[in-house]
């Protein structure tokens, strides 16, 4: 079965550094997006970053734009995130997702719009204080 297994979160000060990763197994991931997205308790779910997986193209969320970093490996089971000049407003649990539409070359991409059309992970928290 598929699996997103997200690592990396903690607790950092303002202007501080964290790592973000994300496995996934039991999925051939083809030519479509790999997400990172974002929810703080009582809100909706955030688009943080997204990467078109046939040519690394990355998509940041105006808040995060200079700050985080999306990156995939070549065998597209690996997706990171490096957040660094973390802020207090970055603090949510950040999920991973990857697309089950493929191949996929649209904007949007499927998890921004419709939970459903994503796997995802269980999700790891962050915390900026």
């Known amino acids: 079965h598929v699996q997103l297994v997200e690592s990396g979160g903690g607790s950092v000060q303002a202007g501080g550094s964290l790592r973000l990763s994300c496995k996934v197994s039991g999925y051939t991931v083809g030519d479509g997006c790999m997400d990172w997205v974002r929810q703080v308790p009582g809100k909706e779910r955030e688009g943080v970053a997204s990467i078109y997986t046939d040519n690394g193209s990355p998509y940041y969320a105006e808040s995060v734009k200079g700050r985080f970093t999306i990156s995939q490996d070549v065998s597209r089971r690996n997706l990171q995130l490096q957040m660094n000049v973390l802020k207090t407003e970055d603090t949510a649990v950040y999920y991973c997702?990857?697309?089950?539409?493929?191949?996929?070359?649209?904007?949007?991409?499927?998890?921004?719009?419709?939970?459903?059309?994503?796997?995802w992970g269980q999700g790891t928290q962050v915390t900026v204080s």
């Open positions: 997702a990857v697309s089950k539409i493929m191949p996929y070359y649209n904007a949007p991409c499927p998890a921004e719009f419709d939970l459903s059309l994503a796997f």
